[in-house]
């Protein structure tokens, strides 16, 4: 069975430093992946997707980009922090054209200080 | 902006009784409605999907009902359960644009012992 991996669980960063989170699947072969930021109270806001390894859109112009360097991995990083980058992060998967059917993982709660 | 809204932000449902998650959209391009439950904490949960051309879909007590005239998505959930106590998010892709999901604040959903 497909299981999708996001660490750390829990990150507490000051404003200006950089991020890095991880998100790995499990189980399948060229998912198509998602990362999402959802605020306090709030809908999911999509951030970026990816249909295949290096390919890469993004969404919403910010203070974040992502990265996939292989099939079943997907990054999102900034260079420096700002408060507004606060949020739950959520990395999700797809297979095939089956995009409405999106599998979440567990996410990472940011805290920017 | 978003695409899709929740009539109401929270709901509060005794034990037992039938709960009824209610959802507008606007754009009639649509082509798959989602209904996604979240927990507190975790990431969100498929639940259960109709394709535009559809009214009606049940699935193991939750049925979602489809509305095109008036743009409205339900969602029911039979014989509640303490369990059944999450954010529940109705979310959509529009035609041509499948990869992306639009999804909308949200509903709390507490259920009464």
């Known amino acids: 069975s497909q299981t999708i991996h996001q660490w750390p669980a829990t990150l507490v960063q000051p404003v200006g430093s950089p991020l890095s989170l991880e998100c790995t699947v499990e189980?399948?072969?060229?998912?198509?992946l998602y990362w999402y930021r959802q605020a306090a109270g709030r809908g999911l806001q999509l951030l970026f997707y990816s249909v295949g390894i290096g390919q890469i859109s993004s969404e919403v112009p910010q203070n974040l980009s992502a990265s996939r360097p292989q099939d079943r991995q997907f990054i999102l990083s900034s260079k420096k922090l700002l408060l507004s980058d606060s949020g739950f992060y959520l990395c999700a998967w797809t297979l095939g054209s089956v995009f409405h059917e999106q599998y979440f993982g567990p996410g990472t709660r940011l805290t920017v200080t | 902006g978003e695409s899709v809204g929740l009539h109401l932000p929270t709901l509060s449902v005794q034990e037992g009784d039938n709960s009824i998650i209610n959802c507008a959209y606007s754009n009639s391009a649509s082509d798959y409605f989602i209904w996604y439950k979240q927990e507190s904490g975790k990431g969100p949960q498929f639940i259960i999907d109709?394709?535009?051309?559809?009214d009606k879909r049940q699935g193991q007590r939750v049925t979602v009902l489809l509305n095109k005239t008036v743009k409205h998505l339900s969602l029911q959930i039979a014989a509640t359960q303490p369990g059944d106590s999450a954010v529940y998010f109705c979310?959509?892709?529009?035609?041509?644009?499948?990869?992306?999901?639009?999804f909308g604040a949200g509903t709390t959903v507490t259920v009464r012992a």
């Open positions: 189980g399948t072969s060229n998912p198509n």
């Open positions: 109709i394709r535009s051309n559809m």
């Open positions: 979310a959509e892709t529009e035609r041509g644009n499948d990869y992306k999901l639009s």
